[in-house]
Structures are given as C-alpha cells and as structure tokens.
C-alpha cells in the first residue's frame, strides 16, 4: 500500500531535549515536504526537499533542521525543542514528473513542556 | 500576510451542489491553485489544482476567475463524507512552496 509514514505519532517532551520525527514514503517519491499545524492557521511549510541531497526552507523553517541522504527518508530535528514548536507536525511526499498532487502522513502530534 | 481568504465555515445540504470561494488577490502570474481537504484525525487530502482554466475532476470542480484573483471549489452534489475543512492553497509554479489558508469547515446536513 502507498503510504507516508511518520514516526512517533505522539510525543511529550521538555525543553531543549534534542528530538528526531522520522518520515518514510514507498512510492519512490522525488519532492518530499515537512509541514506544521497549529489552530486557526492552516498548515505552515517548514522545509522541503527536491530529492536527495536537496533541501530547502520553507516559510517557517526556524528552529528545524532536516537531511536527505536517502530518496524515502526525510527526518525532522529539533535540535533544542522550546514550547513555541508543540504543534501537529504532517509530512508530505509527491512524484515531481507533472507536477503531481502532495500525500500526507497521519501525524505526529508533538507537545514541549 | 496570508496569501489566501476563505470563510471559517460553510453548511450545506446533503446532495446539493456546494461552491467554497478563496480570494488570492497578491497571487502571481505562475503560481498554482490548489485545493485539499482534511478529515478528523487525518493528513490532508488532494481535491484538485488549476492555473488558469477552470479544472474538472471525479470529485469536483474548480473554478478561476479571468483576473485570477478569486477561485471557487465546486462539488456537485454534497454527501456526508464530504464534511471537512477545506483548504485554498498557493504554490510556485514547480510545486517547491506551498501556502495554505486557514481553512473552511464544511458541515453538511442530511
């Protein structure tokens, strides 16, 4: 089945303890997308990636870092986690040929103490 | 400044037509209109996306003013599987960046 799977789906943490959301497509997928959701703001792009090696930021990409040493992952680190970046997190991946439509993950939903 | 307006919340009646507007007046000349929706607890969900002619799909409509400043998402008969928050979004023409509105909440009625 043709999935984007996002790892964990929930996670309590505290301040400043360095965190990984790992986000994985089988559909050898060249454009993937790291997206944040928060009440009354729709989902913000935080970064993107054209493919391997290529990435580049978004409209809120302060305070994240991503990597894509391989085509199916794209990893979110939060370096220093602070209160202001508990959110629900969505990863998005897309064939680049024709432009075609995102597929989203089911979530992680991230709260920092 | 968001790139997009759209209204917090529409109702509809079930298998009646439904027309969700966005207005994207500082939209510019290459850049995409597109739609998805999201249901609770999920991931959005592709609707349909355009440039500049109206687009039709097996599951709506999408309709672009000449001027390219307002679009309206057309589905043809509501259902009850419809009900969700609809969003308008912008990208760039290679589909890098994406901006969404806040979303409209459909409610439809049996």
């Known amino acids: 089945e043709a999935q984007v799977t996002q790892n964990p789906r929930y996670l309590i943490t505290v301040t400043g303890k360095k965190l990984t959301v790992t986000c994985s497509q089988n559909?050898?997928?060249?454009?993937m997308s790291w997206y944040r959701q928060d009440p009354g703001l729709g989902l913000r792009q935080i970064y993107y990636?054209?493919?391997?090696?290529?990435?580049d930021k978004g409209d809120v990409p302060e305070g994240y870092k991503v990597s894509r040493k391989e085509k199916r992952n794209f990893p979110l680190i939060l370096e220093s986690p602070s209160p202001n970046q508990t959110s629900l997190y969505f990863c998005?991946?897309?064939?680049?040929?024709?432009?075609?439509?995102?597929?989203f993950g089911d979530g992680t939903r991230l709260s920092i103490l | 400044d968001a790139k997009t307006t759209q209204p917090n919340s529409m109702e509809s009646n079930e298998e009646e037509p439904v027309h969700l507007p966005c207005n994207h007046s500082t939209i510019s000349g290459t850049d995409y209109i597109h739609w998805y929706r999201q249901l609770p607890s999920q991931g959005p969900e592709y609707v349909i996306h355009?440039?500049?002619s109206n687009v039709n799909n097996r599951m709506a409509s999408l309709a672009i003013a000449e001027d390219r400043k307002s679009s309206t998402l057309i589905l043809h008969r509501a259902t009850l599987r419809d009900a969700a928050v609809y969003y308008c979004?912008?990208?760039?023409?290679?589909?890098?960046?994406?901006?969404f509105g806040s979303g409209t909440k459909l409610n439809v009625k049996p």
């Open positions: 998005a991946s897309s064939d680049r040929a024709g432009n075609q439509p995102q597929h």
């Open positions: 355009g440039l500049t």
């Open positions: 979004i912008l990208s760039d023409y290679n589909f890098n960046k994406f901006y």
């Open positions: 990636s054209m493919n391997v090696e290529v990435t």
């Open positions: 559909m050898n997928h060249e454009y």
